[in-house]
């Protein structure tokens, strides 16, 4: 899957209104390797055009889905930022379904449920040229990774625990 965004914020007319640019883009793939085994990854970037953009519109690392595993705590913010999440998964259980007979309607009497195990690897990059004195995770290398278990049953509704670590030897559990 490949996504390109290019985002405008504010027209610039106005006083002390911002004229901004973003250009972003991410790719996700999923490869098969054997019947249980697959490794998956998510690479991210975005560009700010604007140098320098008020505060309120750098938003980079730790909000939604752009986040390093073993930095769930923090937030990271900057004008442009890259990241890479990369993930070896085995099958422990292979998708498997209940079904309980009492009930007429296939969509209900049936339950899907499948578990997995994984080792992943983050990494990801802030530039930050506005606030690095009181963003000290910016402009700096940020790698992670961790260990996980993931129950995956009815419409995609997961539990997840991992177990992830950082550059700074702390350590997380995420439920």
């Known amino acids: 899957f490949f ?11 106005l006083e002390n209104e911002p004229s901004l640019i973003y250009l972003s ?10 019947t249980r085994w697959n490794y998956n990854f998510y690479i991210k970037g975005r560009l700010n055009t604007l140098e ?13 889905i752009d986040f390093i595993r073993g930095y769930e705590y923090y937030v990271v913010n900057g004008q442009s930022y890259a990241m890479a999440k990369n993930a070896l998964r085995y099958n422990i259980i292979k998708p498997s379904k209940i079904s309980f007979d009492a009930i007429p309607a296939e ?7 499948a578990l997995y195990a994984d ?7 802030a530039k930050d040229n506005r606030f690095p004195e009181t963003n000290p ?3 700096s290398f940020l790698p992670g990774g961790g260990i996980g278990i993931e129950f995956v049953t009815y419409y995609n509704i997961v539990g ?16």
């Open 3 to 13: 996504e390109f965004e290019v985002a405008q914020v504010g027209l610039g007319i």
């Open 25 to 34: 883009a991410n790719f996700r793939n999923y490869i098969p390797l054997s």
């Open 52 to 64: 320098p953009a008020p505060y309120y519109n750098q938003r980079a690392m730790g909000y939604g």
């Open 107 to 113: 969509k209900f009497n049936t339950i899907p449920y």
């Open 119 to 125: 080792i992943y690897f983050d990494a990801g990059y």
């Open 137 to 139: 995770l910016a402009n």
């Open 160 to 175: 997840r625990i991992e177990y992830s670590f950082n550059k700074f030897g702390e350590r997380s559990e995420e439920h």
